[in-house]
């Protein structure tokens, strides 16, 4: 049987998901608390890795198992007990034949959050990004559609990464803005068939370049067409990064 779970994690004190020889992953995590309260050593698949120090709020995962006699919507409760305080199993159900949360997955939505303050916000650090001036909504706004539809986002990519295609479909980059503790957030969700290692970072980056002016929007179609990782800005923090949502068709 395969069991699919929705879990939710602070990604701060981990190596992203997947296991790492000589730091603590949530997939070493998951998979040591299954074994502790199911006695089962099992191999979870995720909808896709997060880096070090990425959130998620609705990452999905499965394992296989014959053995489990515990229903699928009870796994959360059972298996939360062995969890970390920074993880927490949201949902369980069964998946459908040939369901796979990672080659299943049809759209994914991140979330990039952003506040703007002289000094640091320590309620807000952990999962926002300071700058000390925030352009305008209506100019992030603009800027954001630039970045949807199909493009090739290889200038987007960190070295290093070893994929068939950079080619991506972005459906939609939203921004919103809104008052937290007397001070101006803004989150920039991108909903996209898929992503590359850092990709939606160095668009958060270079988002805040094109709307504040420090660059041309002539530069970044030049990105797309040459992969020069050289015309864009820098890659933001991992820590305003947050893995939204996963959707599939099942």
């Not at 002539?218 to 959707?247: H, I, Y």
């Amino acid at each position: 049987m395969r069991y699919v779970l929705k879990i939710a994690y602070d990604g701060t004190e981990y190596a992203g998901w997947q296991r790492q020889k000589n730091a603590l992953s949530v997939q070493e995590c998951l998979e040591n608390a299954l074994e502790q309260a199911l006695d089962i050593d099992v191999r979870v698949v995720a909808s896709g890795r997060t880096d070090a120090g990425v959130h998620a709020a609705g990452q999905v995962c499965h394992f296989d198992s014959d053995s489990l006699t515990v229903p699928p919507e009870k796994l959360p409760d059972c298996l939360n007990r062995f969890l970390p305080p920074d993880i927490r199993l949201l949902e369980g159900w069964e998946g459908r034949d040939g369901f796979d949360s990672n080659r299943s997955a049809k759209r994914k939505t991140y979330c990039y959050s952003l506040y703007e303050s002289r000094r640091e916000m320590p309620l807000l650090e952990r999962y926002a990004v300071r700058v000390d001036e925030l352009p305008k909504i209506e100019d992030l706004r603009r800027v954001a559609k630039l970045f949807e539809g199909e493009h090739d986002f290889k200038a987007f990519c960190a070295s290093g990464s070893s994929v068939k295609t950079t080619v991506r479909t972005v459906y939609e980059v939203k921004v919103e803005e809104m008052e937290t503790f007397a001070l101006r957030v803004v989150k920039i969700y991108v909903t996209g068939n898929g992503f590359l290692y850092n990709m939606v970072r160095t668009m958060a980056g270079e988002l805040l370049d094109l709307a504040s002016s420090k660059k041309a929007e002539e530069s970044l179609q030049k990105a797309f067409q040459t992969g020069d990782r050289n015309l864009l800005g820098k890659t933001m923090p991992a820590k305003g990064l947050l893995l939204q949502s996963v959707e599939y068709n099942q």
